[in-house]
């Protein structure tokens, strides 16, 4: 069974802090996305990577930044967390060769308040 | 763009009975359709997808969905609800030239004993 973990499902943190989000797969996944869940907006996507070191804008990037150093992790960086940024962080991850109609394979998502 | 749209934000139907969720989608060219599962407290689990092939697709947990170009509309169904199926169902498309996913705002489920 495919397994993306993320490391905190709470997280209560202060405006201004730096904030880290750390996600996790074992299925050996070229790509790993960050999205943001609110209610009535779905999901939306952060950034993506589809390999070590590289990353690319997804529809609202503004605020964070990711680091991809090992294939199988994947961080979100909130620089300053502000009070908008409190939401539902989810990660996910798929294979590279299919393209669009692989599978994505999501974490069970880290609760973030920023106070 | 492309967009995908979810006209009912809650749904409430009675245990055993018929389920079906609405999703549309904006898209020019053939797309590729995703329903996703949320249970409380979970990630998202893939339920079904279609890229091509026959317009009708069969997925886990007894959940089915049709592809119909002319109305751009792939719904979801289910012919016997379980108190179990009770979760947020989100409709997705996929866009051609990336891996990105373009999410609904989903449907919440609720399931009356």
């Known amino acids: 069974d495919v397994k993306v973990t993320q490391s905190s499902r709470y997280l209560v943190k202060r405006t201004g802090e730096k904030v880290f989000l750390e996600c996790v797969q074992d299925?050996?996944?070229?790509?790993m996305f960050w999205y943001r869940q609110d209610p009535g907006l779905g999901l939306r996507l952060i950034y993506f990577s589809y390999d070590v070191k590289m990353k690319e804008k997804g529809d609202i990037p503004e605020g964070y930044s990711v680091s991809r150093e090992k294939k199988e992790r994947f961080s979100l960086i909130l620089e300053s967390a502000s009070t908008n940024q409190t939401s539902m962080y989810l990660c996910?991850?798929?294979?590279?060769?299919?393209?669009?109609?692989?599978?994505?394979?999501f974490g069970p998502g880290t609760r973030l308040l920023v106070l | 763009a492309q967009s995908v749209t979810q006209p009912d934000i809650h749904i409430t139907v009675s245990e055993g009975a018929s389920l079906e969720l609405r999703c549309n989608y904006s898209y020019g060219a053939t797309p590729y359709l995703f329903w996703y599962v949320q249970s409380p407290g979970q990630g998202l689990q893939l339920l079904l997808k279609?890229?091509?092939?026959?317009?009708l697709v069969q997925g886990i947990k007894g959940f089915e969905a049709e592809f119909k170009r002319s109305q751009s509309s792939f719904n979801l169904r289910k012919p016997s609800v379980h108190w179990s199926d009770a979760a947020e169902y989100f409709c997705?498309?996929?866009?051609?030239?990336?891996?990105?996913?373009?999410f609904g705002s989903g449907t919440r489920l609720l399931v009356r004993p």
């Open positions: 997705a498309v996929g866009e051609d030239s990336s891996y990105k996913l373009i």
């Open positions: 299925m050996d996944h070229e790509n």
């Open positions: 996910a991850s798929s294979f590279l060769s299919q393209g669009p109609q692989e599978t994505q394979y």
């Open positions: 279609y890229f091509s092939g026959d317009t």
